[in-house]
């Protein structure tokens, strides 16, 4: 894991946005998964400090939220680079060779799943399916889906986005 | 829609795969020649962009139908911007399709065994259209469905034979008169959008296709039971379904036909979305509801059944995606039509989603019966690259390798099950001569293991000890004994673990076993993948007498460690070579092991 993302854990956290995030679902039943996604879409991951504030306004246990925060693949308590590259390792893509366009990724950034490159720009996920099965082996840049990805097509996308601010 | 059959229609694929193969682009062009040509006050017609849904070829995305007044429609596939002017002079313009252009003969193959009910507005309409919904049927079925006593509605459902499109295949219309018969007014209704088998995407294009047609069966669902609440509980890894849902039903309260008095049809139905978090457990459906109550998605033990300790601890009713797209065709045409479609025991139509080693990878919907054979080779063109048939993976991690010799399975919940796989979700992975079903089985042990709750020591346990054994014999260094071992252990986790998670996710070994043990034998005594496909076993050299002095390795290595010149065998420098397996993959002649 790369110590870029514990450099900035040590930033303040402005709590602002999550107490906005809360107050739009404080009246839901079940509002603990919606919280922490709405706090993780703000911050871009789930910052600690907002652990004790969502425990204490949704009136649930601290343990509940790590609970929660642990067991499910999305949330991500340290930062995340700017583009996150999800690559699939489903069946579908498996089969179509997938291992070498995870090879390609680590190769080329040096990180593997669930790291974040230094300078905070890529962050690299292994997901277990994108649902776009149909052109595996496929990858995804933030929302973007690339689909019939071969290691030479790999090779494009990082640079196009090595080149993006 | 009769008021603009006279228009021109551009109809683009907007599902997930289109998108990603650039049919933004392609539609802005569209929009743009027209505007620059003057395009509309030259025919004197208007020209339309739709954005259709899947159309089932996402291969060869991006789609695009031309529909001129009066003609059939013409597909074109591979579509660029690029290509967009030359549509718009020589077919919209002077009615001349470019014959170059146009889908090969493959897309009417592809087309021919199908029977698209469950699909026949995804891809042909504006999927974020309320309009082009109510042109085809919307909400006929629930107006239909409110004329009828609830008994009548479940009795119409038990009739059709309708049976869960989520995996295990239960009768829907038994299902939903359990839950009507549970005491009391709170109960709820929930949609299982969560699609956590990989290789599947069917559901996904149900929602990104059609999400009015996926709210008319709730809502029909929802009358039928008595319920007036229901979630979707979507996977956050559907960032457009759950758009287009989310737009669909807010389309629906706004024009009143969610809320208080649907539609002014004397029954309330509120409608929300809940969006996953990424795991596969959460599928299984007492997982699902402890995360829609904000816990981790742990399965517990049934009975009690959600039908009458569910969500909150109120009755509750869960079916999945294509099950509720279902009900809404039964009520457009009724349960006679319905069960005159497929086999004894399951009735109507499948989709099955084919990826893999197949030509034609795609979303296939074909009526129950077809047979395996007919799906692969008539419907997706065969295999890919010329080469032989292996298997097919039929069930997602539950399910079951089949060898070529069980083809002539029909698609059928219980003939599937006879032939040692299951219907599943619809998933159908063809694999070739290169896919070692060795490593196919390790790698659906991996899947589940790490998928696994780790709620009880069988599953926790259990599995990672069968991948560990698993893992050795893809690396050569299998030991005698480990067979057995491994189909000791897959029945016992079989026999112990709690939910469906364990009890089926040795499924993929004991039919890898049961179907191509002389593969894992090879591994064991003769430290030899026969498929060359584990890389460690793999020697990445090029066989002389194999090689058609082609070139394919040479171009696709990315490191140029191939040496090849024209009428020459290719070398493989191993110095140089990272071992990426791509000319291994790229190779028609199975030149290199
Ligand atoms: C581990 C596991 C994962 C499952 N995943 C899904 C899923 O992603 N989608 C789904 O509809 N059903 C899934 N199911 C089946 C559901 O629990 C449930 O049976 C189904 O949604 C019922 O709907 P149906 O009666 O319409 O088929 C899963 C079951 C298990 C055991
Ligand atoms: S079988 Fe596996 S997934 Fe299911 S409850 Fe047990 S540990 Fe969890
Ligand atoms: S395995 Fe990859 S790196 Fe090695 S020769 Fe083949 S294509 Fe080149
Ligand atoms: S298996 Fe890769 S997208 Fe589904
Ligand atoms: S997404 Fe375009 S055909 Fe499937």
Redesign the interface.
């Known amino acids: 894991m790369s110590n870029a993302a514990e450099n900035v854990q040590e930033q303040e956290i402005d709590l602002a946005g999550a107490n906005q995030v809360i107050d739009k679902y404080l009246d839901m039943k079940g509002a603990l998964m919606p919280v922490l996604q709405g706090i993780q879409e703000f911050y871009g991951y789930v910052p600690e400090p907002t652990v004790p504030l969502v425990a204490e306004r949704l009136n649930v246990y601290p343990s509940q939220i790590y609970g929660v925060l642990t067991f499910y693949a999305q949330f991500h308590l340290k930062p995340r680079g700017k583009y996150i590259v999800r690559v699939c390792m489903g069946t579908a893509c498996h089969v179509k060779g997938a291992g070498r366009i995870a090879g390609t990724l680590e190769e080329r950034l040096g990180i593997t799943h669930a790291e974040t490159t230094e300078d905070l720009k890529f962050t690299a996920e292994y997901v277990a399916c994108i649902g776009a099965c149909g052109m595996a082996p496929v990858i995804m840049v933030n929302d973007a889906t690339y689909g019939s990805m071969s290691v030479q097509k790999m090779d494009e996308v990082i640079a196009k986005y090595k080149a993006m601010e | 829609m009769a008021a603009n059959a006279e228009n021109i229609k551009v109809l683009i694929c907007q599902g997930?795969?289109g998108?990603?193969?650039g049919a933004a682009a392609v539609a802005k062009a569209f929009e743009d020649e027209f505007a620059r040509q003057g395009v509309e006050a030259k025919v004197g017609k208007r020209c339309e962009v739709v954005g259709t849904g899947c159309r089932g070829?996402?291969?060869n995305?991006v789609l695009v139908d031309i529909v001129l007044p009066g003609q059939e429609a013409v597909t074109y596939d591979f579509v660029t911007p690029e290509l967009v002017p030359q549509i718009v002079e020589e077919h919209v313009l002077a009615n001349e399709p470019i014959a170059k252009k146009k889908a090969g003969p493959y897309y009417a193959k592809f087309l021919e065994k199908q029977q698209r009910i469950i699909f026949s507005r995804c891809g042909t309409v504006n999927a974020e259209s309320l309009d082009d919904f109510l042109a085809h049927n919307g909400f006929t079925g629930i107006k239909k469905a409110v004329t009828m006593t609830q008994a009548e509605v479940i009795d119409e459902v038990k009739r059709s034979g309708l049976r869960g499109r989520g995996g295990g295949g239960f009768p829907t219309g038994v299902k939903w008169s359990f839950c009507a018969a549970s005491p009391g007014k709170t109960k709820y209704l929930i949609c299982n959008a969560d699609?956590?088998?990989?290789?599947?995407?069917m559901d996904?294009s149900i929602l990104e296709g059609d999400p009015y047609g996926l709210i008319e069966g709730m809502m029909i669902g929802a009358y039928a039971i008595g319920c007036t609440f229901g979630y979707v509980y979507v996977?956050?890894?559907?960032?457009l379904a759950i758009k287009r849902l989310q737009m669909a039903i807010d389309t629906c309260y706004e024009k009143g036909f969610l809320g208080k008095n649907c539609m002014g049809l004397g029954f309330d139905f509120d409608l929300r979305i809940?969006?996953?978090?990424?795991?596969?457990v959460c599928g299984e459906e007492t997982a699902l509801m402890a995360?829609?109550?904000?816990?981790?998605?742990m399965s517990r033990p049934r009975p009690p059944f959600p039908a009458v300790r569910g969500l909150?601890g109120y009755p509750t009713n869960i079916n999945n995606v294509e099950t509720f797209a279902n009900v809404s065709y039964i009520f457009y045409n009724g349960a006679d039509w319905y069960s005159s479609i497929g086999t004894e025991g399951t009735k109507g139509t499948k989709i099955f989603?084919?990826?893999?080693?197949v030509k034609h990878?795609?979303?296939v919907e074909v009526p129950a019966g077809t047979t395996m054979k007919e799906v692969i080779y008539d419907v997706c063109g065969g295999i890919l690259n010329n080469r032989k048939f292996k298997a097919v993976?039929a069930g997602?991690p539950s399910g079951g390798c089949l060898p070529e010799a069980a083809l002539n399975a029909e698609v059928d919940y219980d003939s599937l099950i006879k032939a040692g796989a299951m219907m599943g979700s619809g998933?159908l992975?063809v694999?070739d001569e290169t896919?070692c079903m060795v490593d196919?089985a390790r790698?659906?042990l991996n899947?589940t293991r790490v998928?696994s709750?780790g709620k009880c020591i069988p599953c926790r346990i259990g599995l990672k000890i069968m991948l560990e054994i698993l893992e050795r014999i893809t690396k050569g260094e299998g030991r005698e004994g480990d067979l057995e071992t491994l189909e000791d252990m897959a029945y016992d986790i079989k026999k112990s673990s709690l939910c469906g998670l364990g009890q089926t996710a040795p499924n993929p070994v004991l039919s890898t076993l049961r179907y191509f043990r002389h593969e894992y034998e090879a591994h064991i005594k003769e430290k030899r993948c026969p498929s060359n496909s584990c890389?460690d076993l793999l020697k990445f050299e090029v066989v002389e007498g194999a090689c058609k002095k082609c070139g394919l390795c040479f171009k696709?290595c990315?490191v140029d460690a191939v040496t090849w010149e024209k009428g020459g065998v290719a070398i493989i420098d191993k110095e140089k070579c990272?071992k990426?397996?791509?000319c291994y993959?790229a190779c028609r002649f199975m030149a290199i092991e």
């Open positions: 997930t795969g998108l990603a193969s070829l996402c291969a995305d699609e956590g088998d990989p290789g599947a995407f996904r996977r956050a890894e559907y960032p809940k969006a996953g978090a990424g795991a596969f995360s829609i109550e904000g816990h981790r998605g909150w989603a084919l990826t893999g080693k990878t795609g979303l993976q997602g998933g992975v694999m896919t196919i790698f659906f899947f998928e709750c890389k696709i990315p990272t990426c397996t791509s993959d």
